[in-house]
């Protein structure tokens, strides 16, 4: 028994294949999203006092960090809280404590929590600043 061999037609394809192009398109829409760098935007626009003597402190898993807006609100992780919900805050004496102040703040209403601290025995505070440059 004798086997005919079927012979394919010697046609050239006109389209290009986009097949792998969109593969590749979405494998790289993919890693950028994976390994893209995602921030919270800070919504509190603190513009903060100036000093002369100001020095950065470093923060780190130990320090917390409240901000106290021109309104004199109190803010933790965006959260609104009053003095007496600071004061729940404020129970170890091996954190560090950080006060993102606004220079618009009411001195009155600063004094108020740097009470609570020193209830709590809490012997630093740090005030975040904008160091002065000197004129020389």
Known sequence: MHLKKFKRPNKTLEMVNLIPMINLIFLLLIFFLLTGVVS???TNEISRPVSEFGKEVEIDNQSI???INKNNEILYE????NIKELSNFIQSKNKKYILDLDKESSIHFFNKIMREFREKDIKKVFVKVIQKENDK
């Open 65 to 67: 960090v409240f901000t």
């Open 40 to 42: 919270k935007k800070d």
């Open 78 to 81: 965006n959260k609104s809280l």
